[in-house]
């Protein structure tokens, strides 16, 4: 038996707890692995709470990402004593998740824990973090140089936005940073963003085409936010889309994208091919000032994981959210 916050199906929706999870009762997979760290997602909240249906068999283990020390292994790339990282592959939804002391998993989904890079810190960026880095690397695969102009990062003070921001600055590039809570200023301006906006700027009713304002942006909150950074974006720019915490409709228009050439590039992070994660795990431990990563990041136990899903729910987390498990 081991500690585990377990997610049932109640008459009225879901119920959440810590408590007490059989080793005999976890999924299929060829490596088991002793949970050190897991971290805290938008989507986590939603799970832990049941504000949406993110889990989809019960009963369910919580969490998305971990880190840890492989304990048992019939995998021919993995043996007892690696050190791993594993985010997404729907752990959490459709596969038994983090918020364990122990996880098996199919070693095809695990990477290598990058040299230098802690389990702790590896969870500091977590999928947050990972999507940041592939919505970086798929700005600078459809050209972007710093030398184009700014890059807007919007939820600039969650964890996407916060990751994206720090690793946008280092890259050279100038940052506006959009946030709901522009008390965050200093905040973000600490992790090099050139200029802070609200978000209201970004909230009204989109335009087909506004005055161009950026040649690319991360975006973490869609809906109308979406919009108008694409109506606001030069030509041959690019939006980088990787989250949906104001809705997923996308109330605009085609004039982006045939007028001025604009593209939009969808970033998934759960299915991701191993080889990507690869590279974007390299990148992290080299262009993210794990300095920065420290100051953006808190750590709490597994016993508060519940709580903490509700307020990041409600926008009321800044940075990172590390789990120590073990």
């Known amino acids: 038996m081991f500690k585990a916050i377990r997610i049932d199906k109640a ?36 799970a832990v709470t049941g504000k949406a249906p993110v889990v989809r068999r019960f009963p369910m283990i919580a969490g998305i990402d971990f880190a840890g020390t492989v304990e048992q292994s019939s995998h021919p790339a993995w043996k007892a004593g690696d050190k791993v990282v594993c985010t997404g592959w729907g752990m959490g939804e459709t596969h ?37 880095m592939l919505a970086v690397m798929a700005l600078e695969k459809h050209g972007l140089t710093p030398g184009d102009g700014p890059i807007v990062v919007t939820g600039a003070a969650g964890g996407v936005g916060s990751v994206a921001t720090a690793v946008l600055s280092k890259l050279g590039h100038h940052v506006i940073a959009s946030t709901g809570r522009m008390s965050e200023a ?81 970033i998934d992070s759960v299915m991701c091919p191993i080889e990507l994660r690869r590279a974007a795990w390299s990148r ?33 987390v800044r940075g990172r959210i590390v789990v120590k498990i073990l």
């Open 96 to 132: 038994l998740g983090s918020y364990a002391e122990k996880a098996r998993v199919k070693g095809d989904w695990l990477v290598r824990l990058p040299e230098g890079m802690s389990p702790r810190d590896a969870m500091a960026i977590g999928t947050a973090g990972f999507t940041a």
């Open 284 to 316: 992290l431990s080299s262009d993210l000032d794990h300095g920065k990563l420290a100051e953006i990041t808190h750590e709490i136990g597994l016993g508060e994981v519940i709580a903490a899903g509700a307020k990041i729910l409600a926008g009321q």
């Open 186 to 266: 200093d905040y973000l301006k600490g992790l090099g963003a050139v200029e802070v906006i609200d978000r209201a700027e970004l909230s009204g009713p989109a335009k087909p085409l506004a005055k161009e304002r950026w040649a690319g942006g991360i975006d973490s909150v869609g809906s109308t936010t979406l919009a108008n950074l694409l109506s606001m974006t030069k030509y041959r720019g690019a939006i980088a889309a990787c989250g949906l915490a104001a809705g997923m409709d996308l109330p605009s228009s085609v004039a982006p994208f045939i007028l001025r050439g604009v593209c939009l590039l969808g």
């Open 11 to 46: 008459e009225k929706g879901t119920t959440a707890a810590l408590t007490q999870f059989d080793e005999a009762e976890l999924m299929e997979g060829d490596v088991t692995v002793a949970v050190e760290y897991s971290d805290l997602n938008y989507k986590d909240g939603l």
